[in-house]
């Protein structure tokens, strides 16, 4: 079968695009965005072509976008927007060219232009949860003609540097009095998880369809945010399990989402009355959760 009609051609879009399409897959394969320098400086390294700004490498990342559609037509099979990964250094978020593949993907009315900073993030984490676990990045690359990129993907961040799972020590009583103190209070301030005053008071224990429940959901039109909250009395096993929790919280915020055909926007936070460990912090950057640390004499 041909290649896709979008990476055919002498034009230096077309032919970064077929250079940058494997080493975009590489670090896709090994779980990491790449940013628009990292992209221009493997191109370099390798002797693919010359330095260029990074705001013309938007041009091969929507040349690549529309490949990955052409080839959706053809296998009658959803493929995630891989240019979703390309991001830039400052603030780790695709320009905003991607929203057109963002809008494809999820088949929503609406695209992304027009939400909040948070919420395109949201979008954003979530479909690039999708590229990096799609297992057909090789068979992409067949289709292409394109061989794999075999080279080193580093990573700042060490396993050292960052607290395990935990799966016991955590307290198994039943609700304390602070926790409950912390929830009512987080449910009638949203202003601690960074929404409007005039946001509506948040919903206690709100109940998803897997029947888990959260803390604390801000439910309004234009935001969606669940909440988990640990109170001074948490140890830091509690503390990790909590990072944890938000992230299901998250999940299944933005599953609900999906199953209303909306862009999964849903973002969820840990509130804690401590202030977390460097390695549970550290936990809790690499898992995209938020931690929002309240004085007890707020609460």
Same mark, same amino acid.
């Given at each position: 079968?041909?290649? &896709?009609? /979008? @990476?055919?051609?002498?034009?230096?879009?077309?032919?970064?695009?077929?250079?940058?399409? &494997? !080493?975009?897959?590489?670090?896709?394969?090994?779980?990491?965005?790449?940013?628009?320098?990292? #992209?221009?400086?493997?191109?370099?390294?390798?002797?693919?072509?010359?330095?260029?700004?990074?705001?013309?490498?938007?041009?091969?990342?929507?040349? !690549?976008?529309?490949? @990955?559609?052409? @080839?959706?037509?053809?296998?009658?099979? *959803? !493929?995630?927007?891989?240019?979703?990964?390309?991001?830039?250094?400052?603030?780790?978020?695709?320009?905003?060219?991607?929203?057109?593949?963002?809008?494809?993907?999820?088949? =929503?009315?609406?695209?992304?232009?027009?939400?909040?900073?948070?919420?395109?993030?949201?979008?954003?984490?979530?479909?690039?949860?999708? =590229?990096?676990?799609?297992?057909?990045?090789?068979?992409?690359?067949?289709?292409?003609? @394109?061989? &794999?990129? %075999?080279?080193? =993907?580093?990573?700042?961040?060490?396993?050292?540097?960052?607290?395990?799972?935990?799966? /016991?020590?955590?307290?198994?009583?039943?609700?304390?009095?602070?926790? *409950?103190?912390?929830?009512? +209070?987080?449910?009638?301030?949203?202003? %601690?998880?960074?929404?409007?005053?005039?946001?509506?008071?948040?919903? !206690?224990? +709100? $109940?998803?369809? /897997?029947?888990?429940?959260?803390?604390?959901?801000?439910?309004?039109?234009?935001?969606? %945010?669940?909440?988990?909250?640990?109170?001074?009395?948490?140890?830091?096993?509690?503390?990790? *399990?909590?990072?944890?929790?938000?992230?299901?919280?998250?999940? $299944?915020?933005?599953?609900?989402?999906?199953?209303?055909?909306?862009?999964?926007?849903?973002?969820?936070? $840990?509130?804690?009355?401590? /202030?977390?460990?460097?390695?549970?912090?550290?936990?809790?950057?690499? #898992?995209?959760?938020?931690?929002?640390?309240?004085?007890?004499?707020?609460?």
């Amino acid at each position: 079968m041909p290649i &896709p009609q /979008s @990476l055919v051609g002498d034009t230096w879009t077309a032919i970064t695009a077929r250079n940058a399409l &494997p !080493i975009v897959v590489r670090w896709a394969q090994q779980g990491q965005p790449i940013t628009y320098g990292q #992209l221009d400086a493997e191109i370099v390294k390798h002797g693919l072509g010359h330095h260029v700004m990074a705001v013309q490498y938007g041009y091969p990342a929507g040349a !690549i976008g529309n490949a @990955l559609i052409e @080839l959706e037509k053809r296998w009658n099979k *959803r !493929i995630p927007p891989l240019n979703a990964i390309i991001v830039n250094a400052k603030d780790r978020l695709p320009g905003k060219g991607v929203n057109y593949y963002l809008k494809h993907y999820f088949k =929503v009315k609406k695209g992304t232009n027009s939400i909040s900073p948070r919420q395109r993030r949201a979008v954003v984490e979530e479909i690039q949860a999708d =590229v990096f676990a799609f297992k057909h990045w090789d068979r992409v690359l067949r289709e292409c003609e @394109l061989k &794999p990129f %075999v080279s080193y =993907v580093a990573t700042d961040v060490q396993k050292d540097q960052i607290a395990s799972p935990k799966r /016991s020590g955590w307290s198994t009583e039943p609700e304390s009095q602070e926790h *409950r103190k912390l929830k009512e +209070y987080v449910a009638k301030n949203p202003t %601690v998880v960074g929404l409007p005053r005039n946001t509506a008071i948040g919903r !206690i224990e +709100y $109940l998803f369809a /897997s029947a888990d429940s959260a803390d604390v959901v801000f439910t309004n039109p234009k935001q969606l %945010v669940g909440v988990e909250v640990k109170s001074r009395i948490s140890n830091d096993a509690d503390l990790n *399990r909590g990072i944890f929790q938000a992230v299901k919280y998250q999940a $299944l915020l933005r599953a609900e989402q999906r199953a209303q055909l909306q862009a999964p926007t849903a973002t969820a936070v $840990l509130v804690s009355e401590r /202030s977390l460990p460097p390695k549970l912090q550290k936990l809790a950057s690499v #898992l995209g959760i938020e931690v929002i640390v309240v004085r007890a004499t707020d609460a």
